[in-house]
C-alpha cells in the first residue's frame, strides 16, 4: 500500500505521517506539500505513485484534484480534517493519524 500524505510545506504534519506509517507492515508512506517552497513538493510523479492520497485540510484537497484530476482516476482521495496547530511527531498529532487514517486504508 502506497500512501501520500500531503500538508502545505511538508515539514510538520505529512513528514509525522510519513515517519508513522512508514513502520506499518507493508506500506510505502511519503509526505508532500502543496507549496513550491515546500521541503518535498508534490508532484504528479507523486501522484501516480500512490495508491491512496490523504490531505490535511480541504484547501489540500482542492489543490490536488484540481491540479491533478486526469492522475486521480482509480486512486482514493481523502482529506483527514487536521489543523496546522501540531508540531512534528508531536504525541497528539501521532494519535490523530493513527485514529483517522485507517478510516480510509486497511493497515
Known amino acids: 500500500m502506497k500512501l501520500l500524505f500531503v500538508c502545505s510545506e511538508n515539514r510538520l504534519r505529512s513528514p509525522t505521517a510519513e515517519e508513522v506509517f512508514s513502520a506499518y507492515e507493508n506500506v510505502e508512506a511519503i509526505g508532500c506539500g502543496t507549496n513550491s517552497d515546500a521541503e518535498t513538493a508534490l508532484s504528479g510523479d507523486l501522484v ?60
Not at 69 to 80: E, F, P, T, V
Not at 81 to 107: A, F, G, S, T, W
Open 48 to 107: 501516480e505513485w500512490a495508491d491512496v492520497i490523504l490531505v490535511m485540510e480541504k484547501s489540500h484537497k482542492n489543490k490536488v484534484a484540481k491540479k491533478y484530476k486526469d492522475l486521480l482516476k482509480g486512486k482514493k482521495l481523502a482529506c483527514l480534517e487536521i489543523p496546522d496547530h501540531y508540531e512534528r511527531m508531536q504525541p497528539e498529532l501521532i494519535r490523530i493519524l493513527e485514529n483517522k487514517v485507517p478510516r480510509y486504508v486497511r493497515l
